[in-house]
C-alpha cells in the first residue's frame, strides 16, 4: 500500500523546455561571447528573439538528438548536459589546432580550466581557421558504452584519442562551474543570479525564464492532486535537479508550497552541498538515489545518515516515485521502491518503450492519472 509519493519536477509537473533553451544559449554564449572563447561575438546577444532561440538550441543540440541521447544514459542535470556538450565542443576545438599548438593544449589540458584559461584559449583559436562541430557528439558518445558520470569521465579518454594528452581533469572541476553560473545567468535573469549562485553576473542583461514557467497540467488541477494527496494522509515530497530558487518560487507562484513539508523538498542545492562535504564522493545526483533518500528522511537527516542507508530501503513498498527520466527509474529501482513513468518529458509518448523495457510499474500520460494508482 503506498503510504508516501515523490514527485520529480521538470518533465512531470513543469515544462523542461525553458531549461533547455537556456542550456542551449549557455553552449552558445561559451563559444561565441568574448567572455569566453570568442569564436564570433557578433553571433552573441543577451535578449535574442524565440527564432533566434529555437534555431540556436536545433544547432548545438541537433534537433535534441544530442539531448534525447544523454537522457538515455542517464544523464538528467542540465549543468551536466551543458558541461559535456561544451566540453566535447573545446576539445574537438583544440583537435584542430594541435599540429601547431600542441605544447599550449598540454598546458591547458593538466590544470583547471576557468574563465580566464578561456578567453586565453579564444586568443590563441582566433588565430585559426577552426569550425564548430556540433553533430560528431553522438558519434564520440557512441564509442563508450558509460552511464551518466561515465560520461563526464569519457571527455578525458576523448582528449587522449583527439589531442594525445593523458588528463584527468575533465570531469566535475572548475569549467563545470563556470558552465553552471552561465546557465544560470539564463535562466534567473540579472535579478536573481547572486541569489542564485553568491556571485554577480559576467555578462548582465538577460531578463531569465524564471517567470514563464510552463505546467503540464493546468495549475489548478496539480493544486486539487496535491490537496487531496495531502487530506488523505499521503506523504509528500519532492526530489529535483532544479536549484532551490527556480523550485521554491515558481510552487509559491503557482500557489502549490503550501501543500508540501519544505524539509521534504530536495534540490540541486541539497545535492552540491552534500558532494562538498564529502569530495570523495562520485555525484550524488540522480541516479544516484541520494536525492530521494533525503526527501523521504527529511532535511533534518544527515547527509552521513542518508548515504549510509541500506538499500534496498525498509519499506520500499509503500513509497512510489514519479518521473520522467531513465534516471529517476534507476533511482528508484535502487531505492526498491515503485516507478511510475509520465510521458510528459522531452520524448513525450515515444519514451513509452524505453519505459516498458526497463518496466516500469506504472506508466502515465499526466501527473493527474497519479490517482488512478491509489
Known sequence: ????????????????????????????????????????PKKFNTNPSEKEIKDIRETV??????????????????????YLSFSHQLITLLAQIKVNELDKITKWCQAPINRGVLVEI??????????????????????????KDGLLGHLN??????????T???????????????SQEWYVGDEHVLASTGRPSVQTGKQGFLANETTLAPKEEIAELFQFLSSSGYTIG?????????????????????YFDVSRIVTADDVLKAEKENADQSSLSKPHPFTYIMGLKGKGAS????????????????????????????????????????????????ARAEFEKHKADYILDSVLDVKTIL
Open 303 to 350: 547527509v552521513k545518515e542518508c548515504l549510509e542507508t541500506a538499500l534496498p530501503i525498509e519499506n520500499s513498498e509503500t513509497v512510489l516515485i514519479v518521473g520522467d527520466s531513465l534516471a529517476d527509474l534507476l533511482a528508484a529501482r535502487q531505492l526498491g521502491c515503485q516507478f511510475a513513468a509520465v510521458l510528459t518529458g522531452l520524448s513525450g509518448k515515444a
Open 1 to 40: 500500500m503506498i503510504k508516501t509519493i515523490m514527485f520529480d519536477v521538470d518533465g512531470v509537473l513543469l515544462s523542461e523546455e525553458r531549461y533547455f533553451d537556456a542550456s542551449a544559449l549557455t553552449v552558445w554564449e561559451m563559444l561565441m561571447s568574448p567572455n569566453y572563447l570568442g569564436l564570433s
Open 238 to 258: 519532492i526530489g529535483t535537479g532544479r536549484p532551490e530558487l527556480e523550485t521554491i518560487q515558481p510552487f509559491q507562484h503557482l500557489q502549490w508550497l503550501q
Open 61 to 82: 543540440f541537433q534537433n535534441d538528438k544530442v539531448l534525447k541521447f544523454q537522457k538515455s544514459r542517464g544523464l538528467n542535470a542540465n549543468w551536466d548536459m551543458i
Open 157 to 166: 579518454v576523448l582528449v587522449r584519442e583527439k589531442l594525445g594528452v593523458e
Open 122 to 147: 579564444g586568443q590563441v583559436l582566433a588565430q585559426y581557421e577552426v569550425k564548430i562541430d556540433f553533430s560528431s557528439f553522438i558519434a564520440d558518445f557512441e564509442q563508450s558504452t558509460a552511464m
Open 168 to 182: 584527468s581533469i575533465f570531469e566535475k572541476g572548475e569549467l563545470w562551474f563556470v558552465c553552471e553560473h552561465v
